[in-house]
């Protein structure tokens, strides 16, 4: 593809409303993992969370009446969103000037607003009226949401392939850019907490009762987590035409499906080493360039070798001089928004030459052979970073990231 640059990034997570302070306390360690407060756990395996604080969700003054009736999902991709386009230098950019595509990863949408509703309706009987709360069901409505608040008049996408979700649609907006579609694409994805989602992973017994430890020897699995990334990707010309600064390039992606099974991984690595090479092929890089890998890194029993044997198939013996962290530890697992939180994350660690660290580890196992860079941050020169999504269902991906020339 052409020359895709990255010139803006918004990130709203447990650790903070902004990229920033996101950034910052990734760096230094910290977890947003905590009790969830959004709604009784009681009888459940776990009681732990990376919630989001209600403070990053406020509207811009200017929200109309119908996005002040946003789902919790929307008002964080919303949030996300503000942040990006101003961070691009865009937010000022009249309405008319504003054909930019959004393609977002969408998942559980409203369903926590639907579940409220549900709830009131059988404690208070038929006469509990909420329709608004089923405005934003449908798994679209926070990319329309968004691109209402922003008069993003341009092609608009949800992409809902589970957790590589929003990975996917970085890399098909990548694409729209990179082909000469538009200009500029918003790119990532919003997920938020609820009930359904919670007990589904409780059933599943792919909880952790205690904060997650990925590539840990004593993980016992993941934390869900809830949060939004926002990427602006730009044609290179038109960024350097309005003097735009670059975190990263957007180098190529891959997609895959491994048709093996709903919920387990292929052991062997197999399936995810077509998507890892995929990507780099895409990219046109080979494996010998690559600096750090953003791992998927749920901390559930299967998925971690399963990952590590995926790398060790591509990268070999050089896998021991590759960083490889997961940021799940502290953000939780993000689901239908992990990918696009975890890109955004890619493309920081790119731009400041710092891998951030893998919350959580202590114990290393040797089932997962690789450095997931322990307690805090390492400063890392980084001119090609991989960032891998491999979801329920089969659904893989993996996008290319590299410095800007």
């Known amino acids: 593809m052409a020359d895709v640059w990255i010139t803006g990034i918004g990130l709203v997570t447990a650790l903070g409303c902004d990229r920033e302070t996101t950034w910052s306390r990734l760096i230094r360690g910290e977890s947003g993992v905590a009790p969830l407060r959004l709604f009784d756990t009681t009888g459940y395996r776990t009681h732990l969370a990376a919630q989001v604080d209600d403070s990053c969700l406020a509207l811009p003054r200017c929200a109309t009446a119908a996005l002040r009736h946003a789902s919790r ?43 409220s509703f549900l709830q009131r309706r059988l404690s208070r009987g038929v006469r509990t009226r909420a329709l608004n709360e089923f405005l934003e069901v449908p798994q679209d409505a926070s990319t329309d949401r968004v691109a209402e608040a922003f008069s993003l008049a341009g092609p608009r996408l949800t992409v809902t392939t589970a957790c590589s979700s929003s990975t ?22 919003a997920d938020g907490l ?38 602006v990707l730009e044609d290179a010309h038109h960024a350097r035409a309005r003097g735009a600064r670059p975190y990263a390039r957007v180098l190529g992606y891959g997609i895959t499906a491994d048709a093996f099974h709903m919920t387990q991984p292929d052991a062997s690595g197999a399936a995810w080493e077509r998507t890892i090479r995929a990507a780099l092929a895409d990219a046109g890089i080979t494996p010998e ?112 990231l590299g410095k800007t020339r």
Request: with cysteine; aromatic share 6%.
């Open 73 to 115: 999902t929307s008002r964080l991709g919303i949030a996300a969103t503000a942040e990006a386009l101003a961070d691009a230098g865009l937010a000022g950019e009249p309405v008319e000037h504003r054909p930019w595509a959004v393609v977002f990863g969408g998942g559980s949408a409203g369903l926590f607003e639907a579940e």
């Open 194 to 231: 609820c009930r359904l989602t919670f007990a589904g992973f409780n059933s599943l017994r792919a909880v952790d009762d205690a904060p997650a430890k990925p590539f840990d020897r004593r993980r016992k699995g993941l934390n869900l987590g809830e949060g939004a990334a926002v990427l």
């Open 168 to 189: 996917v649609a970085v890399g098909l907006a990548a694409e729209m850019v990179g082909g000469g579609e538009v200009a500029v694409a918003l790119a990532g994805g």
């Open 289 to 400: 360039e690559v600096d750090y890998i953003n791992a998927h890194g749920t901390a559930t029993e299967q998925n971690d070798p399963a990952e590590v044997a995926a790398y060790r198939r591509v990268f070999g013996e050089r896998l021991a001089l590759i960083p490889v962290s997961s940021v799940k530890g502290a953000l939780g697992h993000c689901l239908c928004g992990a990918g696009g939180i975890e890109a955004a994350i890619t493309a920081l660690a790119v731009a400041r030459g710092m891998v951030p660290p893998t919350a959580g580890f202590a114990e290393p196992d040797p089932a997962c052979p690789v450095d997931p860079v322990p307690g805090v941050g390492r400063p890392w020169p980084i001119r090609v970073a991989i960032s891998s999504s491999f979801a329920f269902g089969g659904n893989s991906a993996a996008l290319v």
